[in-house]
Every structure is written in C-alpha cells, then in structure tokens.
C-alpha cells in the first residue's frame, strides 16, 4: 500500500504511537501531568478494570480542567454503584431488538440521501451521508419532530466542538455556545418528558420514562444527560466510522471489488475500519490506588491518557496490523471499549455503517476515488476522523 500526499499528518500519527510502544509504552507527560498508555494489553487491563481505573473526572481532574458538557456527568464518567444501576436502567429502553427494528428506516433515510446524489457521479461522503444519517436516525429515535430538527442540529454541532478551542477566546465562546446549546436541550427535553409522561408513544423517551430498576425510575437529569449523550456519543463517532471506512477502502480499492463480489464481508470490513482508524482515539481514566503498569509505577488520582487508536495497531495482539484485512479473524479491537462502559451504541453504530456501505456499493458502481487534494482532520483530542471527504466513481 502506498500513502498518499495527503496522508502524510495521518500516517505521522500512527508513526507516533507505533514509536511510543516500542520505546516508551507507559510515558509521564510533565506538560499534562498525565500518563500516556500505548499498548494493547495495557489499554485493555484499564478498560476491564473498574475498580482500580475510574471514570469519573472528579477523582483525578482538578476542577477547573473538568469539562463543563453534559458529557462530564453523564453514564461514561460514573463509577459502579451509580454507574451499574443507570446503565441497567437504560439499557432496558435502548436494547439491540429496538435497534433491530430500525433497519427498515435507516435503509429508508440512507436511500433518500444517496439519492439526492447518485446522479452526479460524485459526492462528499461526510456531508452528504455520514454526517446527515447517524443525527436523522438519533432525532427520530428520540421522537424530535422534522421542524426542529434543524435546533436539534444546531445544539448537537455546538456540544461536538467542545474540544476545539485553541486560543482562550475560542474557548471561552466554545464554553457559552455548549451552556446555551444545553440550556435549550434541557429545556427542549422536558418538555418532551412531561409531553410523554401524559401520553406515552413507542418511543425509546417513553421507554426511559417506564424503565425501573428497583422500583426506582430515572430522575429528570439523569433522563436529559443519558438524551444529550445519545446525541453526542452516537453522532460524529458514526459519522467517522463510515468516513474513515472509505478512507480505507480508497487505500485498499481491491477491497471495494472483494466487497462487491461478496457482501457477507461488509460486517468484518466495518469492524476492520474500526480496528484501522478508530473514531474514538483516546478515552481517560484515573488510579483510585498506587498500581503498576508495565515497569512503571502510577500513584493514586493521577490521569491516564487510554490510546485506544495505539492499542489498535499492536503487533503484539493484531499479526500485520498496520494491514487492513477485510477478513481479519479474530479481530478483538477496542474501537468500541471494552467493560462496563463497552459502547452501549454499537449495534445500532454497526447496523447504520452495514446499510450505509451496502448502499453505496449497490449504487456507486465502479471503481472509488477520493479526491487528492488534501484531507483536513477534525480537530478533535478524542475523535479521529475528517472534515470533508469527496468521493467520485464509475470511473
Ligand atoms: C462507530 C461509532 C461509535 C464508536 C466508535 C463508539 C465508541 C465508544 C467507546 C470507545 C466507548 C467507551 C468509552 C470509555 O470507556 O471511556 C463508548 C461508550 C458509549 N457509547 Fe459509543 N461509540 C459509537 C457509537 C455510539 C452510538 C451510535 C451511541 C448511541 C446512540 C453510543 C452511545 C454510547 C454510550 C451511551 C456510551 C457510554 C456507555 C457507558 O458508559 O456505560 N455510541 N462508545
């Protein structure tokens, strides 16, 4: 496989973590006063074991680095008691038989989008297609009616720049355009809660109004931060595996025609893409004890900084992984997490990716090209993923 021009900023990051975990896998960052993990059996151990490796920012973070989202107090950043009995509720609303259900309409609504470009012989796959279905099928799951879906938009693109600003006047207005995105959704939700409490519908919101565990329900908080996370984790991290799974396939165009030939490989090509070029490169976690990982020793309420995107490309667990196989087995990648915050979103993320692929392959004959001018990457320390990515093909 050769790299292209402008895939010289992508391979340079992979060049990065390949060097980090051959020289310096557990690595002390005096800037950040963090540490940084690159392998995979290290990334996994911290991923699998809660206990000594916690998720929730309040006991490794000073106050004034926490992030002010929703996101900060939501499911992904609790700790077991709190986190078992919010995920058990929610898991009873958001279950993989519910997401079986949508196939039909997320066939439907990829359908309408490839539509609108399927004759010009060219389109560009963020704005077109892994921008516009992961927020339309999540809008529709939470019941959003069509003619605010364009506030809806608004608020979920406001909450995903959170970690854009570079200067601190950038973030300073990062920080209001995320209070008031927030303020509106809170205030949009509920709402939304009292609207179903009196008329309940199929719906996954009414689902999570019933859900119980204990004889105990979801608080009105609880039910907005787990709606504003659907929203935040669901979208641009589908939008990069769709995006970043063409970007494989332009850098492996036998793959396309292997594709075609055989449609049962479009699942393994998708977990591949997940494996190759992770959309969530990096997660953090903090020690509730003195621990040691690999040769080095970690005290108590320091921060980790989880590569997931590293731990993805180790030799040591994937053979030839700087290979993109459509058919590797076993793929036991980390794109997803792993424990008990494994994503919650990942049948429905694979589901929308598989009808997405599939569509584009029956309707996008030919041979794929992405353009060669250059790619910009999102500007994100935890997303990996571009900004635009135009396709044509039939030639
Ligand atoms: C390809 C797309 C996706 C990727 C790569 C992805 C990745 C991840 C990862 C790595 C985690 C664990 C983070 C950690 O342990 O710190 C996670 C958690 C989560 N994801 Fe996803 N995700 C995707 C799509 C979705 C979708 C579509 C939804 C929902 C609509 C979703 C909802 C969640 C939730 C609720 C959690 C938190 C679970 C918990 O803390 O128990 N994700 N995701």
Redesign the pocket.
């Known amino acids: 496989m050769q790299t292209k021009p402008n895939r010289e900023e992508i391979s340079a990051t992979y060049g990065w973590y390949r060097q980090m975990r051959e020289t310096q896998p557990v690595f002390f960052d005096q800037n950040v006063q963090g540490w940084h993990l690159f392998r995979y059996e290290d990334v996994a151990r911290v991923?699998s074991d809660h206990a000594t490796f916690s998720?929730d920012e309040s006991n490794f973070l000073p106050p004034e680095y926490r992030n002010a989202t929703p996101i900060s107090s939501s499911?992904?950043r609790?700790d077991p008691p709190r986190?078992r009995k919010l995920?058990n509720l929610?898991s009873q609303a958001?279950t993989p038989r519910m997401v079986a259900h949508m196939e039909e309409r997320i066939t439907e609504i990829t359908n309408g989008l490839l539509d609108q470009v399927q004759t010009a012989g060219e389109m560009d796959v963020i704005r077109d297609l892994a921008y516009p279905l992961?927020v339309t099928v999540?809008a529709e799951l939470l019941g959003i009616p069509a003619e605010r879906r364009e506030e809806f938009k608004q608020w979920s693109d406001a909450l995903v720049s959170g970690d854009e600003g570079t200067t601190e006047e950038a973030r300073l207005a990062v920080i209001q355009a995320v209070k008031q995105a927030t303020d509106s959704m809170s205030a949009y939700f509920t709402e939304v809660f009292e609207e179903r409490r009196v008329h309940p519908h199929n719906d996954l919101v009414s689902a999570l109004l019933a859900a119980q565990v204990d004889g105990e329900r979801l608080s009105n908080e609880d039910l907005i931060g787990?709606c504003v996370?659907?929203l935040v984790?669901?979208n641009e991290?589908?939008t990069?595996?769709l995006g970043n799974a063409i970007l494989c396939l332009d850098e492996h165009p036998e793959a396309v025609q292997r594709l075609r030939a055989n449609r049962d490989l479009v699942p393994s090509a998708l977990e591949e893409a997940?494996r190759y070029y992770?959309?969530?490169k990096l997660?953090?976690?903090g020690t509730t004890a003195e621990t040691s990982i690999g040769d080095q020793r970690i005290e108590a309420g320091k921060l980790l900084f989880v590569w997931?995107a590293s731990a993805n490309r180790d030799e040591a667990q994937f053979p030839d992984a700087d290979q993109f196989m459509i058919e590797r087995e076993p793929n036991r990648h980390?794109?997803?997490?792993r424990?008990?915050?494994?994503?919650?979103?990942?049948p429905?993320?694979r589901l929308?990716?598989k009808i997405a692929l599939n569509a584009m392959l029956d309707r996008l004959p030919g041979s794929w090209h992405v353009s060669d001018a250059p790619l910009s990457l999102i500007n994100s320390s935890s997303v990996f993923g571009v900004k635009t990515l135009p396709l044509i093909w039939g030639k």
């Open positions: 991923l998720s499911l992904l609790m986190h995920r929610v958001f992961p999540i787990f996370l659907l984790a669901g991290t589908t990069n595996l997940l992770s959309p969530v997660t953090v976690r997931i980390l794109g997803f997490g424990g008990i915050h494994f994503c919650l979103g990942a429905l993320a929308e990716a």
